[in-house]
DNA sequence: AACTATAATTATGCAAACATTATGCAATCA
DNA sequence: TGATTGCATAATGTTTGCATAATTATAGTT
């Protein structure tokens, strides 16, 4: 479906800011169809938790969720490992594949392009978890990998050096000949090595530099009220539990 | 919803049979809804792989792929495996909690009532994907579970002997008191041990028992031609390269 | 001036009607 | 007699409209 699929590429790659509200007649406006299709495309969201219902009120873009960046990496480095072990064992490896996968974030890398890095990095994770041929790890490396595209836009691209990125593409080309190896050992500590040093990247990004000694008091951190229909939307982030972060869209745009 | 919840239990139990047709109308009829809500919940159904839309057709539900089983196990045993793992480290597990699922469990194996008893199960394994605290794991664990359901109604529970079934309670127990030892080493021991016993259950039934040795020409699997709705229905479900198995729901009614 | 209550507006949830597509049957032609 | 084409029927995909619930604005009161 149309509107499913842009809908979804414009909440993961942070076009539409986390938490915001989704307006079925203006969707239906901007699809130029009526709302019935988009409320298909938000039934769609909500169940790969892209989006939140929220009864009789409206529709949000799920808040993305730092608290989760652990839980995310446990979870990937997991599924990585045992596509990698599987693929590896499966003997499906195709040489010339892996490497135009590994050719197309060479050029990502060198473009300084980050979108399409992401995306290399992650078309080849998927291609292991289709090499793997288990239908349940390919669908959850799907999952996984789009529940942290966001977070790595925001934290991984601003603090990954060009050397780092260069690193991480050798990385690929050594589990590729791994898995072409046969090899589900080194393949295992080949893609552990990979997703770990990602890991470090994320985390240098979490990690404060700034106010982790600094004194405070309750009015340090409190906000101006916002009213209106941004107050609307603040509300209903900041009401989670959960560190749900708030991208800088106003401070940049 | 409450359409989407009846839909999908009339599913995973089996009431309704793999591959046959959800006629909208039919089940707006019996909802006494409009066709809209009943939509609703396909899309939903649709996302969770219960069923398939055939685009200006009809909407089906999933073939179960027989094909699948050992990728089930291989998913099911890695992220159980993270689970208990995690599980146990969390220091967050709660005895009484933990026996009181085991308790249910002992009682519908003492009962014999074989819904319960994988209900217990299943709601242990995500208690304790609950009490990881790793929210990607809760979702695939949720996944993997009801993925898997189906399978075990027609396999698990025609060939599990009564021993076998009081057996794996006890390697609840066992599990459950190595989570709260906070062991993962002997957390993830046990919960391997508990599902590849599972796995050789299910193994058992899925491998022939007849009909490996036999003689055979064409004539011998041909089948008498099954005309109007039920050929069409077959054609569905026989057209998939993959095993779609077809559960003895004539042979029984 | 601030707070409360009521009214109006806006958006969602559902239903019914319309349009489009595919299947099945019948009729005609080879 | 068999196959192909056209029509009818049935089910899906979409639109439109209405009812309900929630939020916001306004007016009145303290």
């Given at each position: 479906m149309q509107v499913h699929e842009s809908l979804r590429e414009d909440i993961l790659w942070l076009r539409i800011e986390p938490g915001s509200a989704l307006d079925e007649v203006a969707l239906a406006e901007r699809f130029e169809v009526s709302r019935t299709p988009i409320r298909e495309a938000l039934l769609l969201l909500s169940g790969e938790g892209l989006v939140k219902f929220l009864p009789n009120r409206t529709t949000i873009v799920a808040p993305m969720l730092m608290d989760n960046a652990g839980d995310y990496h446990d979870t990937l480095l997991i599924l990585s490992r045992s596509v990698a072990r599987t693929a590896a064992m499966?003997?499906?490896?195709d040489g010339d594949l892996l490497f135009s996968h590994i050719d197309r974030s060479r050029a990502a890398v060198r473009a300084g392009d980050m979108e399409s890095i992401l995306r290399a990095d992650h078309a080849f994770l998927r291609h292991l978890a289709a090499l793997s041929g288990n239908i349940f790890l390919e669908r959850f490396i799907d999952q996984i990998l789009d529940a942290g595209v966001r977070m790595y836009v925001l934290h991984y691209f601003r603090n990954a050096a060009p050397d780092e990125l260069h690193q991480s593409v050798e990385q690929m080309a050594e589990l590729s000949c791994a898995i072409l190896d046969g090899d589900p050992d080194r393949s295992d500590r080949r893609v552990s090595e990979m997703i770990q040093a990602d890991i470090a990247i994320i985390m240098r990004s979490l990690?404060?530099?700034?106010?982790?000694d600094m004194e405070m008091t309750s009015s340090h951190v409190a906000r101006p009220h916002v009213s209106n229909r941004n107050g609307f939307r603040r509300r209903l982030t900041r009401s989670?539990?959960?560190?749900?972060i708030e991208p800088p869209f106003q401070a940049e745009g």
């Open positions: 499966s003997g499906r490896a990690a404060p530099r700034v106010g982790q989670s539990p959960d560190q749900a």
